[in-house]
C-alpha cells in the first residue's frame, strides 16, 4: 500500500489491504538469503535478521526458506534492543519512517518529497519510450500520454485508435499491482469511469494513459541507489527477473535465473536505459531500493516486436526483487518460478498430491502456512527445474492459465 500512501498519507486501509499485507510480510524475509544448506541449519535469536510483522498476524507453519529469520510484531519490537541493525523497509513511506524512529534506529531517509516524486506517473513519463526492434532498432515513440484534463484523454485515446489499438489503461498518478486504474476499449471511458476520471481531474491530479498491448515478454530490473553524498558508491544494478502476469496484468510470479534471461540485447537496452534513470533518481536526491520494468509487445499496427523501455518506475522494493533473492537454492543450468498462488489453486506446498505431476520439479516452499489464527489467501512457493518446459507445464497448471515460459517468446 506504499503507493496509497503516497497519495493519500493519512487514507484508510481497507480490511482486504491489511489482511494482504499481513500474508505478503513473512515473504520479505526471504531478502535475508541463505542458501539450500543454510536454511537447515540452527542459529541463534541474536544472530537472526528480524521480519517485522502487524500486530495479532505472527506466521507459523515456518518453512525452511525463512526458519532463519525471527518474526516479531511492531509493537513487541518496542522492547527489542537493534542497536547494529539496518533497517530496511518496503519503501520510504511516513508511516516506515515512523516505525524505524520509534525502534530508535539511525535511519538516513531522502526527502519525502522526493521519494513522492520519483514514484509518481509525472516523473515516469519523461523516461517512458518504446522503440521497434523487429528490424535492429528504429525511431521512438512515447509508451504512454500524461493527461491533465478529459480532453487531454480524449484525444490520447483517438491517438491510440488511429494507431490500431482500441484498448487502453488509464493509471492514476500513484498506481501499483494493477489498482487505481481503469481498463477499457473505445474511443470513451464510461459513466462510472467518467467519474473516477473527473474526481482526479477536479483535484488536479493528472492520469497517465496508455494503450493496451499484446504482452510478449515483461521484466523487472532492480537498483540500488545510495545517498548523493556518499562519493565512494555508484548506483548498483542488482539483476533482473521476467515476470509473469495474467490476462489483466496482475502479477503471478517471477522467473530467476543465475543471469538477466534473455537471448540478450532487448532487455540489455532497457537496462541501459534504466540505469540513467535511477542516476537521475539520484541527482534529485533519491536513494535507496528502485525496481523498473520493462516489455517486449506486438505493434497493434503491423505486428512488429517493439520495446518500451520503463513502464513502471517504483522507488521502493519490489517482489522482484524479493525473487532475486532466492538466486542461491538453484543448483547449476536450473530455472526457478516464484509463484503466487492464491488459495483458489488449492496448492498445499507443504505436501504436493492429487493430479499435479511434480516430476521434474522441486518445491521450495516460501510462505508460513498460518498468518495468526487463519490460512493465508496467498502462497508463495520458489518452482525449480532443469527443464524449462516441465517448469512452464507445472506453473500453467498452478496458476489455471496459459502462460509463456522461461525465453519462449519467439
Not at 494507431?163 to 493509471?171: A, E, F, N, P, R
Not at 492464491?342 to 516430476?359: K, R, Y
Request: glycine share 8%.
Amino acid at each position: 500500500m506504499f503507493e496509497d500512501e503516497l497519495a493519500e498519507p493519512n487514507g484508510h486501509l481497507p480490511l482486504k489491504a491489511r489482511s494482504l499485507i499481513a500474508e505478503l510480510s513473512p515473504v520479505m524475509g526471504l531478502l535475508s538469503s541463505v542458501d539450500e544448506q543454510a536454511a537447515t541449519g540452527n542459529q541463534s535469536d541474536a544472530t537472526r535478521d528480524v521480519v517485522l510483522m502487524p500486530e495479532g498476524a505472527l506466521p507459523s507453519g515456518i518453512p525452511p526458506a525463512l526458519r532463519h529469520l525471527r518474526f516479531v510484531s511492531v509493537a513487541a519490537a518496542r522492547a527489542h534492543e537493534f542497536a547494529g541493525f539496518d533497517f530496511v523497509p518496503w519503501g520510504w513511506s511516513e508511516s516506515a519512517i515512523r516505525v524505524g524512529r520509534t525502534l530508535n534506529l539511525l535511519l538516513d531517509t531522502p526527502d519525502p518529497a522526493v521519494v513522492k516524486h520519483v514514484n509518481s506517473r509525472e516523473f515516469l513519463s519523461a523516461f517512458d519510450r518504446v522503440r521497434d526492434v523487429s528490424d535492429g532498432g528504429g525511431a521512438e515513440s512515447p509508451g504512454g500520454v500524461l493527461c491533465r484534463s478529459a480532453v487531454d484523454v480524449a484525444a490520447a485515446l483517438d491517438s491510440f485508435a488511429r494507431h490500431g489499438s482500441t484498448g487502453w489503461v488509464i493509471k492514476a498518478n500513484f498506481s501499483q499491482a494493477s489498482r487505481n486504474r481503469l481498463l477499457g476499449n473505445g474511443l470513451k471511458p464510461d459513466s462510472s469511469q467518467t467519474n473516477w476520471l473527473q474526481r482526479r481531474i477536479e483535484n488536479n491530479e493528472p492520469v497517465y494513459v496508455e494503450p493496451w498491448c499484446e504482452r510478449v515478454a515483461e521484466c523487472g530490473l532492480q537498483f540500488w541507489i545510495p545517498p548523493r553524498a556518499d562519493a565512494s558508491q555508484s548506483v548498483r544494478f542488482e539483476g533482473a527477473c521476467e515476470m509473469l502476469t495474467d490476462a489483466f496484468g496482475r502479477y503471478r510470479g517471477s522467473i530467476v535465473t543465475g543471469r538477466v534471461s534473455t537471448e540478450s540485447v532487448w532487455w540489455q537496452a532497457a537496462i541501459s536505459r534504466c540505469q540513467a534513470i535511477a542516476e537521475q533518481s539520484r541527482l534529485l536526491g533519491f536513494s535507496g531500493a528502485m525496481g523498473m520494468d520493462c516489455m517486449l509487445f506486438r505493434s497493434p499496427e503491423d505486428g512488429s516486436l517493439r520495446l518500451r523501455f520503463c513502464h513502471d518506475i517504483n522507488g521502493r522494493l519490489t517482489m522482484g526483487r524479493v525473487a532475486l533473492s532466492l538466486r542461491s537454492w538453484l543448483h547449476p543450468g536450473e530455472t526457478g518460478f516464484w509463484c503466487h498462488a492464491t488459495a483458489e489453486s488449492a496448492i498445499d506446498w507443504q505436501n504436493v498430491s492429487g493430479d499435479l505431476d511434480m516430476s521434474g520439479v522441486r518445491i521450495v516452499p516460501t510462505s508460513p502456512s498460518l498468518i495468526g489464527p487463519q490460512s493465508p489467501n496467498l502462497q508463495t512457493a520458489f518452482l525449480i527445474s532443469a527443464d524449462c518446459e516441465c517448469l512452464v507445464r507445472v506453473a500453467r497448471k498452478i496458476l489455471s492459465q496459459d502462460i509463456r515460459g522461461p525465453f519462449q517468446f519467439h
